[in-house]
């Protein structure tokens, strides 16, 4: 009768372990995003971390996904699409959501020394990032990781 239960015990912790807290997928996210505007990334400490989650607007939703949004007078079947998901975003039919943690870290500056900052970690969509492969989905402080590209690239080319 043993041998069933010593079966299960390894198969109940592999599933166990293989589910991810929704919160941590978009703390995780962001942390990588974050890291890599550091000077050093190594010196990264979280202090704390608020999570907000709310309705997303159609207005939102189209800005985070670089959607342009339509104008009225625009007839394409690519603007009555979006159109259409703009009323089913406000009347919940689709279920946009803005998931947001405010985090709280230490890290040091270019001379080492521990410096505590803010920002402010958004992401939005139908469900929450799973993790770091969702990083492109993420935005911190409004800039998404191609803005932050553009302006290292620009910063550069001066």
């Known amino acids: 009768m043993r041998r069933p239960i010593s079966l299960l015990l390894p198969m109940l912790l592999v599933f166990v372990s293989g589910c991810k807290d929704p919160k941590g997928g978009l703390v995780e996210a962001c942390e990588a995003v974050l890291k890599d505007t550091l000077v050093s990334p190594a010196g990264y400490k979280s202090v704390s971390t608020t999570h907000i989650e709310e309705k997303a607007t159609p207005e939102e939703y189209f800005e985070h996904k670089n959607f342009k949004y339509p104008s009225d007078d625009d007839q394409s079947s690519d603007a009555t699409i979006k159109r259409l998901l703009k009323k089913q975003i406000e009347d919940g039919t689709f279920k946009a959501i803005s998931y947001k ?34 990083r492109k989905d993420v935005r911190i402080d409004g800039k998404s990781d191609f803005d932050r590209l553009m302006d290292t690239a620009k910063r550069f080319s001066r």
Not at 104 to 129: M, Q, W
């Open 101 to 134: 943690v405010i985090m709280e870290f230490d890290a040091p500056n270019a001379y080492g020394t521990p410096i505590r900052e803010k920002v402010l970690c958004t992401h939005v969509g139908t469900s929450p990032p799973r993790g770091v492969e969702d």
